[in-house]
């Protein structure tokens, strides 16, 4: 299996502009979440779906930021309009769901930088 | 409130010693707990689990050990190798499925 695929893995952008953040979770996996990784604030949970449906979106800081997953196999994360505090890498990840750990597969991430 | 709490930003041992790395957490809701490992431009991987209901979950040179009444949960490495330098992280699981991770501790292994 080829793991989680997001894209693209670097990207750098002037303020102001749209982003958007691409993830390919594992096949077979119905949960999907997306994390942001600062140096202050660590890793944090923006949003999460389950089935494709959003259950949990209380980490999305602000009405910027917007995430979709119109498919079992495709997860977009956007900012629009981008600000340089949301320079940060953002990791995209999936797993089964239920009882048990269930633990999670991280993609490689997405280092945005915003200028 | 930062519920899953890593104290120890870095830790640094010598090959073939035990690596102790430590979490605490506030919320008795929460059913699993799980450490990751990550490595630089690398995403977290998934290392070693434990459900709330056991005390201790072995797996080759990983042990986590789980205190209920403290809320406390500690990972054990031995022997330690220079190849377990990373950040590892620590995450606490609700039955709701979602994870929330501690500030990672910083693992140095010296040769």
């Known amino acids: 299996d080829a793991g989680v695929i997001q894209s693209p893995r670097h990207e750098v952008t002037e303020m102001g502009q749209e982003v958007t953040l691409r993830c390919k979770p594992i096949?077979?996996?119905?949960?999907l979440f997306w994390y942001r990784q600062t140096m202050m604030r660590g890793l944090e949970l923006l949003i999460y779906f389950n089935n494709n449906v959003p259950i949990d979106d209380s980490g999305m800081p602000e009405d910027r930021f917007s995430a979709k997953m119109p498919n079992a196999s495709f997860s977009t994360l956007k900012i629009q309009p981008s600000e340089p505090r949301d320079s940060a890498v953002y990791f995209c990840?999936?797993?089964?769901?239920?009882?048990?750990?269930?633990?999670?597969?991280f993609g490689p991430g997405t280092r945005l930088t915003v200028t | 409130d930062q519920q899953v709490k890593q104290n120890s930003p870095s830790l640094s041992v010598q090959e073939g010693r035990i690596s102790i790395l430590n979490c605490d957490y506030t919320?008795?809701?929460?059913?699993?707990f799980l450490w990751y490992k990550k490595y630089p431009a690398e995403g977290p991987t998934f290392l070693i689990s434990?459900?709330?209901?056991?005390d201790k979950n072995e797996d080759g040179r990983f042990t986590v050990f789980l205190n209920k009444s403290a809320k406390h949960l500690s990972l054990h490495i031995v022997p330690s190798q220079p190849g377990d330098s990373a950040v590892y992280f620590c995450a606490a699981r609700t039955n709701a499925g979602k994870s929330t991770f501690g500030d990672g501790t910083t693992l140095t292994v010296k040769p």
């Open positions: 096949s077979g996996h119905n949960s």
């Open positions: 919320n008795s809701m929460f059913d699993y």
């Open positions: 434990i459900s709330s209901i056991k």
């Open positions: 990840a999936s797993s089964t769901s239920g009882t048990g750990s269930y633990e999670q597969y």
